[in-house]
């Protein structure tokens, strides 16, 4: 059995297996990404190969992500950035451990060009997937929407005089609790869903 949506914009159905997938991806992906937050601020002193390790592997996470979430995605736009998004957290993790070579401006660079293209995917499947069946999917327009804002600023700060890597901790921990947030979202529109008070 599939549920109906009629906001302007969104797909015209949902499937309860869909909601669960993805109730347990951003879960998941919200509690990777805090532990990543932790892990990373204990270890970037120096752009070490523990640092670089870890700034490869949060954009990996983030590409996993996407290429699971392609199967809960139907065909169509959100299918289409879903996948890009996916490539583009690929190529952001190999960047981002060249860079690591360089020191902290380039990787900061990466991460801020990284952070706004994939902070405009997420608003963008956000939108698609924003009627009540999904979550509303507040938390996540919104931490897309913060994407690209703190992408713009990672590359504003790479370019001043004391560029710092401590912002990247703090970067990913917002993400992480959004990310938890909706998850918490969908578990409560599937048991409203259950009920019938949708």
């Given at each position: 059995?599939?549920?109906?949506?009629?906001?302007?914009?969104?797909?015209?159905?949902?499937?309860?297996?869909?909601?669960?997938?993805?109730?347990?991806?951003?879960?998941?992906?919200?509690?990777l990404?805090?532990?990543?937050a932790?892990?990373?601020?204990?270890?970037?002193?120096?752009?070490?190969?523990?640092?670089?390790?870890?700034?490869?592997?949060?954009?990996l996470?983030?590409?996993?992500?996407?290429f699971?979430?392609?199967r809960?995605?139907?065909?169509?736009?959100?299918?289409?950035?879903?996948?890009?998004?996916?490539?583009?957290?690929?190529?952001?993790?190999?960047?981002v451990?060249?860079?690591?070579?360089?020191g902290?401006?380039?990787?900061l660079?990466?991460?801020?060009?990284?952070?706004?293209?994939?902070?405009?995917?997420?608003?963008?499947?956000?939108?698609?997937?924003?009627?009540?069946?999904?979550?509303?999917?507040?938390p996540?327009?919104?931490?897309?929407?913060?994407?690209?804002?703190?992408?713009?600023?990672?590359?504003?700060?790479?370019?001043?005089?004391?560029?710092?890597?401590?912002?990247?901790?703090?970067?990913?921990?917002?993400?992480?609790?959004?990310?938890?947030?909706?998850?918490?979202?969908?578990?409560?529109?599937?048991?409203?869903?259950?009920?019938?008070?949708?």
């Amino acid at each position: 059995m599939t549920t109906q949506t009629t906001t302007p914009g969104t797909r015209t159905a949902t499937a309860p297996g869909e909601r669960s997938s993805l109730l347990r991806l951003y879960l998941t992906r919200g509690i990777l990404a805090v532990a990543w937050a932790v892990a990373f601020a204990g270890a970037h002193e120096d752009v070490d190969a523990v640092a670089i390790t870890l700034l490869v592997v949060y954009p990996l996470i983030d590409a996993v992500s996407s290429f699971l979430d392609l199967r809960a995605a139907p065909d169509g736009p959100e299918r289409r950035v879903t996948l890009f998004n996916g490539v583009l957290s690929t190529v952001a993790a190999i960047a981002v451990g060249i860079a690591g070579a360089g020191g902290v401006q380039p990787v900061l660079h990466v991460f801020g060009a990284w952070a706004v293209l994939s902070g405009v995917a997420q608003v963008v499947v956000g939108i698609r997937r924003r009627g009540p069946e999904l979550g509303k999917q507040w938390p996540m327009l919104i931490a897309g929407g913060l994407s690209v804002l703190v992408g713009a600023f990672y590359n504003i700060q790479a370019a001043g005089d004391d560029p710092s890597l401590d912002v990247l901790s703090v970067y990913a921990t917002g993400g992480g609790v959004f990310f938890i947030v909706q998850a918490a979202l969908l578990g409560w529109t599937s048991r409203r869903l259950r009920t019938g008070s949708v």
